[in-house]
């Protein structure tokens, strides 16, 4: 295959521009680059339409007449074209005319790198070129290399670090909650972690010799407590106790269990660098905080418990409106009552009285009664429950598809931003004042070039912060919007009743009749029942 192309030919008193068509499929010559390469070469008043014709109608080498004189011999060149991501420099070649030389490789190479081409250049499509020259064709001459990737560094954990273990339900409907265990037992000595460390990648060029930085790679280090021990190489970890693993936000822990009868008078207040385990009840006015787990093998009274892991509760909560749970995991309780809940995993109980519930992981009231009565329980998951509401028509709230604690946050920027904007708009006139007085000449007092400084330091900071506010809350409103593609609903077993108030991404249905066995779904504006 060969490309049609042209040639400048000369006699001692006439110019001619021969044309040879393509060979065995090759492309015809292009009408525009012809008249372009004869402008360059001096031949400015030649007619468009006699070359498209004589092009259109070649089939065996023509010439046309260009001039009643000689013309100078041009040598052979070529013109080079740097692809937009600079990765490729690709060349078209047009012939020596009569009395003209033909390129060598220091010619071409030379070209080259007056174009800018600086790196990667390919001696053997040169050479491919010049032993075979096929003209009005591209050739690439020169190619970058992209960079290539490290590797991201690696842990690996040798204990369960699966925090979502859901309790097993009982043959009569109800939940077991004595027999959950999600302890990781570990002896002394046993490895808890290893490191594989971060490979960097290599970096690569263009063909302009920039050079191109690899892809950043995961860094990553052992985070861990007291009782573990750090191997020699730094890249293991192991336990220097007999106690329970846990892993809370990428630091591992090893405690053995704090265990008390009651939390009361009797103890005091409780706060643990692990887990905690109450085999009795938690009273009124006491609190727990546990940097693990805590367990509650009694009932909670108006208290509250933190902990940075999950919270199981065997016979339940009544907090009297005041009772407060705080998880960094799940939430697993008989009941909740007049209980206020924030888990940053799942909630699971039997019932939910008159409570406020924030999960980011599924809320399921399952068991012998599994209802949910009154209160607002919000979740970007989804939310089953037997029942839902009371005949009585008492208040229940229930919203699910968007997170609640970014709305939350998104809230509190807003007002920040609002704030920040004001204080902004407060400065402008002052500091405008002040710069047009710079500019025009006029010669300010010591005071008031300090004010400048400082008001032009407070403008900067400001506007910074500004922008950092901006940024962050686009960023939230990024992932509020992957959180409302979920597709969340609400299901009921049995009965839903009127009064219910379901919001889902957003979109929002009062039950004004009972819904039995059904599903609630957003469907296009509006929220609908599907059978389940």
């Known amino acids: 295959m060969k490309n049609g192309y042209f040639k400048l030919q000369f006699t001692d008193h006439e110019s001619y521009v021969s044309l040879y068509p393509p060979e065995d499929g090759g492309e015809p010559i292009q009408v525009d680059e012809l008249r372009d390469y004869l402008v360059s070469k001096g031949f400015p008043g030649v007619d468009v339409v006699v070359l ?13 007449k260009l001039a009643d004189k000689k013309g100078i011999p041009c040598p052979e060149s ?12 690709t060349c078209r070649f047009y012939p020596a005319s009569t009395g003209g030389a033909d390129l060598t490789v220091a010619d071409i190479k030379s070209t080259l790198k007056l174009e800018g081409v600086n790196k990667g250049v390919d001696d053997k499509a040169i050479e491919a070129y010049l032993a075979n020259r096929h003209y009005c064709t591209d050739y690439v001459l020169a190619k970058g290399e992209a960079a ?57 060029f263009n063909v302009v010799g920039d050079v191109l930085p690899p892809p950043e790679v995961k860094k990553l280090t052992l985070k861990y407590g007291r009782n573990i021990e750090l191997s020699e190489d730094e890249l293991s970890i192991f336990s220097s106790v007999d106690g329970h693993a846990s892993l ?11 265990e008390v009868s009651d939390v009361d008078t009797s103890t005091g ?5 692990g887990n905690v385990c109450v085999l009795g009840n938690v009273k009124t006015g006491f609190s727990i905080k546990a940097d693990g787990d805590v367990e509650v093998r009694g009932v909670v009274e108006n208290a509250t418990i933190e902990a940075a892991g999950n919270i199981t509760i065997a016979r339940g909560m009544n907090g009297m409106g005041k009772g407060t749970i705080n998880a960094g995991g799940n939430v697993i309780s008989k009941f909740l009552e007049n209980a206020n809940v924030n888990a940053g995993g799942y909630v699971h109980a039997e019932a939910i009285l008159h409570s406020n519930v924030i ?18 329980i919000r979740t970007p998951e989804s939310i089953s429950a037997k029942t839902i509401g009371s005949e009585m028509g008492v208040d229940t709230e229930l919203e699910v598809g968007t997170d609640p604690k970014l709305t939350l946050k998104v809230n509190s920027l807003n007002a920040e931003i609002a704030t920040l904007k004001k204080r902004v708009e ?8 002040l710069t047009t007085k710079i500019k025009s000449g006029e010669q300010l007092r010591p005071e008031q070039i300090l004010y400048f400084k400082q008001i032009s330091a407070q403008y ?40 219910t108030k379901i919001t889902i991404n957003e979109t929002t249905t009062v039950l004004s009749k009972p819904v039995q066995h059904g599903k609630f779904v957003k469907d296009g504006a509006d929220v609908r029942v599907k059978g389940l």
């Open 52 to 64: 498209k014709q004589a092009v259109d109608a070649l089939s065996k080498q023509e010439n046309i």
């Open 78 to 89: 070529f013109r080079v074209l740097i692809s937009p991501d600079k990765m490729t420099a």
């Open 148 to 204: 290539k990737p490290g590797e991201d560094a690696v842990i690996e954990y040798f204990f369960n670090t699966n925090p979502n273990l859901k309790p097993k339900l009982n043959e009569d409907g109800s939940v077991d909650f004595f027999s959950l265990s999600a302890i990781s037992v570990v002896k002394k000595g046993d490895k808890l972690a290893t490191l594989t460390k971060e490979v960097p990648g290599d970096p690569g």
């Open 248 to 258: 809370v936000e990428g630091k591992v822990f090893v405690s053995d269990v704090y």
């Open 269 to 273: 207040n409780i706060e643990y660098a």
């Open 359 to 376: 999960a980011k992981g599924e809320v399921t009231v399952t068991g012998k009664r599994g209802f949910i009565t009154g209160g607002v």
């Open 426 to 433: 407060q400065a402008e006139p002052a500091l405008i004042t």
């Open 460 to 499: 900067k900071e400001m506007k910074d912060e500004l922008t950092a506010k901006l940024n962050e809350i686009n960023d939230l409103m990024d992932a509020m919007d992957v959180t409302s593609g979920r597709e969340s609903c609400v299901k009921v077993e049995g009965y839903a009743y009127p009064g």
